[in-house]
């Protein structure tokens, strides 16, 4: 199966900075890839999927970007509510697998 | 509205069999684009998947846990259907259904806590 690798494992930033989160995968996913934001004591909420789309009500602060086995979410001028954990997903091979997850904290 | 809901306990002990249930409402679990997966969370953990059935009602499971798991579903209820056996402290984790639809998990319940503890 597909070994998803985030990085970095914490992030630290200020309300108003950019984010970049880092997904490498061990082998291609192309572009089937998505991403997750999850709150604590919520569940996951799809942000963005083929790598680059974005979910219904996913504000445009969020993209994501690559392809192959290293692909980015960026989030721009980060909002209070942005500081969370955000997972990478693969979908190209089955089963699908999850990245351990990056912590967006308020630096 | 489409939602996801699971039920099930919220503590077992060693060795027990845990049955869990996700009911879903607003879409058809016979929908042939769409399936249902569990996925579970141990507390301060990444998200592990577990378990799927297929809208032609085909399974397919963890390679890891295959021999302790069983998915199933009753479409006259709109409900799936996980039971895992022998469960371990191990196990104790948050439990979600997800909706799989075009291939991606667009819609998640709340989740279940389930802890495992004598």
């Known amino acids: 199966e597909i070994v998803l690798t985030q990085s970095p494992a914490t992030l630290s930033l200020s309300p108003g900075e950019t984010a970049t989160l880092s997904c490498r995968a061990s082998?291609?996913?192309?572009?089937?890839l998505a991403w997750f934001q999850q709150k604590p004591g919520q569940p996951p909420r799809l942000l963005i999927y083929?790598?680059?789309k974005r979910a219904t009500g996913i504000p445009a602060r969020f993209s994501g970007s690559g392809s192959g086995t290293d692909l980015t979410l960026t989030i721009s001028s980060l909002e209070p509510e942005d500081f969370a954990v955000y997972y990478c997903?693969?979908?190209?091979?089955?089963?699908?697998?999850f990245g351990q997850g990056t912590k967006v904290e308020i630096k | 509205q489409v939602t996801l809901k699971e039920s099930g306990p919220v503590l077992v002990k060693p060795t027990e069999t845990l049955t869990l249930t996700c009911t879903v409402s607003?879409?058809?679990?016979?929908?042939?684009?769409?399936?249902v997966s569990w996925i579970r969370q141990p507390p301060g953990k990444a998200l592990e998947w577990l378990a799927h059935?297929?809208?032609?009602?085909?399974?397919s499971y963890s390679s890891s846990l295959r021999t302790r798991l069983t998915i199933t579903r009753d479409t006259s209820k709109s409900q799936v259907v996980l039971t895992m056996t022998n469960m371990d402290p191990v196990d104790t984790a948050t439990y979600y259904c997800?909706?799989?639809?075009?291939?991606?998990?667009?819609?998640w319940g709340r989740g279940t806590l389930v802890s495992v503890s004598s």
């Open positions: 997800a909706r799989l639809k075009d291939w991606y998990f667009d819609l």
């Open positions: 607003g879409f058809s679990l016979s929908n042939d684009r769409m399936g």
């Open positions: 059935i297929f809208s032609n009602d085909e399974k």
């Open positions: 082998q291609t996913v192309y572009g089937y």
């Open positions: 083929d790598a680059s």
């Open positions: 997903q693969q979908r190209r091979s089955w089963p699908p697998t």
